[in-house]
């Protein structure tokens, strides 16, 4: 791969513009220096870009050792021993394809064409490169995949309330005189937050609050840090409530006009004191008293609201807990008040024809992605009334290692009777299992359009340097796929990726790909009114719910609605409140373990790059020192960690950070850093939650010793 000829000496690097693909809310506006026609150098934040203002993280700044990362994906694949052995054989793509082509249409004959699961998910966030398997999916009739990682029960939570998924301007907290980061650590997982977050603290003495259940890197910074014990948010956010309407400071013209209830709210949360939430949530009832006094005394608050606390069985009651607590105050009438959690209600791109629309049919059985390993091991409540399923293509997602119930998952994937094709750049835990392994391109090596749930931008990411020899894109794959299988010819197919951005772009009325070459991006902040809701928030009555209709017709912007309410919905509460859904500790497992991210990997990714490697180290348990006294574990001895799931080993690290009881987990390692070759995942659960599903990555008890 090195075969570019070097820059001459004083010659400056060509800049190219890109966006990062990576699933990261940020969706950071990239300045790539492009060093040949096959060679990048430094990538940074462009600063023209409002919302990136020139910061990224250290990862993606860091791109060339992943692009010519010599462990690269270059050639197709085809499995030589057994499943899992390691033994390949290389092939040419025509022949690979072929391959993939005839054991899918083998399948299909044998079990009907719902067999075939073309899994997916956000590896990259480009919207031809991701979105493209729906067309492949629709016109073969495919299996359909109900998409539970990782939003559902946020999302859920907060357009139960809300009635719409935007907020005001995430540059906005930068005006703010009191910022409030829930439940995501976003020094680690969105760097953005924190540049506009620290403006404030900078420019305006705004308070930082943290909210999360360690003190993670974010909290690291914070004036105020609250830790709560998992799962238990939504105890915090109702007594915070209860002292805004105790003490006068919830706004009640303002919840009169823009609310459903607030009447019967305020009556429910009589019994809702700080001392009832201290003995849930674990924060003492005089810092959620100063919290509540901090939030209500300052109009400009700003509730940025993360992933990472949703992420539990009562996640979707703990998202809207939270969001109602902003609501109470009245904040959203201030620039630089009311909370914030995704924009992604406001790009509404036409993908009709890159997902092959036409050809869709909700009626064809769902697949929840989360539950892989119980629909490969054939459980029928997961199988969803269809046919087992024996074929699969995976892009942009490494199950092997991020679904729960890993072992389940490892199971499934060995099955013989399985057909795996796995679409990769790198050899993960899910492509060394596979059938046939596809190198694939990465995105400055192909064209794409990205818009960022954490800002407000599209951005043009157009292809700035050729692949090596080898990888090709997902599009391509599609498209060969398609013809083989006898659906080129179907409405979406044939077109290039430009052809594709255009008609997204057009059907907008937001120019098209030359034209996004030169302005790079377009910035879709809804103004001000329709940002704060003062029009109304998105329901048709425009007022905000704060007794939600959790299993009702969804507003505009709907949770994911498609499998239909799914879980323990009738547990769902009538107000905001504590509801003990979550898998607690109990006398067998007496903690309560989360799952959080790491800085340096993101999501399954990076754990190949040198640099993030050396900065994460190794698989660690941090766990408090009291806690650790009592298990007589010292600082970097062996721990031993399980559940009825699984159990696997680690080193423990010795941090008052969390609370007593709790143990945290820091990022997605690749299942062969652990001793057992089992990842993290064998621990974590992949019930659906109520009311529209989503995995509790974060919610898992377990018990731990020393090893
Ligand atoms: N570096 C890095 N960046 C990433 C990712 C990564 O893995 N690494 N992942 C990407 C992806 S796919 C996503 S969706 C986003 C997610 O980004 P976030 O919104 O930040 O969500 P999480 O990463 O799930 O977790 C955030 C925080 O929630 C905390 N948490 C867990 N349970 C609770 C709880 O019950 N209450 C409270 N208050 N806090 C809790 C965790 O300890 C963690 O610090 O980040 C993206 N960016
Ligand atoms: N325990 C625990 N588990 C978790 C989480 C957690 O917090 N804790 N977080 C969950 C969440 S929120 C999410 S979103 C999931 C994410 O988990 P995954 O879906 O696995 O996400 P990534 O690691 O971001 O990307 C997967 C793969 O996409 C590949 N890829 C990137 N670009 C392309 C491309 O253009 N083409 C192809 N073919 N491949 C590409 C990358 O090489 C990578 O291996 O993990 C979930 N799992
Ligand atoms: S912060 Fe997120 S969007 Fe920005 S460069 Fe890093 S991973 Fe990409
Ligand atoms: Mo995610």
Sequence with gaps: MNDASPLKSGQAPAIGYSACPHDCPSTCALEVEVLAHNRIGRVRGDAANSYTAGVICAKVARYADRIHHPDRLLKPLIRAGAKGEGKWKEASFDAALDLI???????????????????????????????????????????????????????????MGAGALRGPDPREMAKSDCVVIWGTNAVSTQVNVMTHAMRARKERGAKIVVIDVYENQTMKQADVKLVVKPGTDAALACAAMHVLFRDGLADREYLNKYSDDPAGLESHLQSRTPEWAEAICGVPAAEIEAFAKLVGTTKRSFFRLGYGFSRQRNGAINMHAALSLAVVTGAYQYEGGGAFHSNSGIFRLDKSLVEGRKQYDPGLRWLDQSQLGRVLTGEPESLNGGPPVTAMLIQNTNPANVVPEQRKAFRGLMREDLFVAVHEQFMTDTALLADVVLPATMFLEHDDIYRGGGNQHIILGPKLVDPPEGPKSNHYVIEELAKRLGVGDHEGFGLTERQ??????????????DSFKADKWVDL?????????????????????????????????????????????????????????????????????????????????FSETPGSKAKEIRPTLLIHPEDAAALGLGDGDRVRLGNMRGDLSMHAKLDPGPRRGVVIHEGLWPNSAFEGGEGINILTGADACAPYGGAAFHDTKVWVRKA
Excluded at 145 to 158: I, K, P
Excluded at 532 to 556: E, S, V
């Design 101 to 159: 082509a005839e054991k899918f249409l083998k399948a299909e004959a044998e079990f009907g064409s719902e067999t075939v699961w073309p899994a997916f998910y956000a590896g990259t966030m480009g919207l031809v490169q991701r979105d493209g398997i729906h067309r492949l999916r629709h016109a073969k009739r495919y299996s359909n995949q109900f998409d539970s990682y990782c939003t559902n029960l946020a999302w859920t939570g907060f357009s």
């Design 500 to 513: 594709h951005i255009d008609y997204m772009l057009q059907k907008r009325g937001l120019g098209d790909f």
């Design 525 to 605: 902040q809804p103004d001000f009114e329709t940002s704060h809701f003062l029009g109304g928030f998105g329901h048709k009555d425009g007022k905000y719910r704060f007794r939600p209709d959790w299993t009702g017709t969804p507003a505009a912007n709907k949770p994911p609605k498609r499998m239909g309410p799914q879980g323990p919905v009738d547990r769902l509460p009538t107000f905001p409140d504590h509801v003990e859904l979550i898998e607690s500790a109990d006398a067998e497992h007496p903690f309560r373990l989360a799952t959080s991210p790491s800085r340096s990997f993101l999501n399954s990714t």
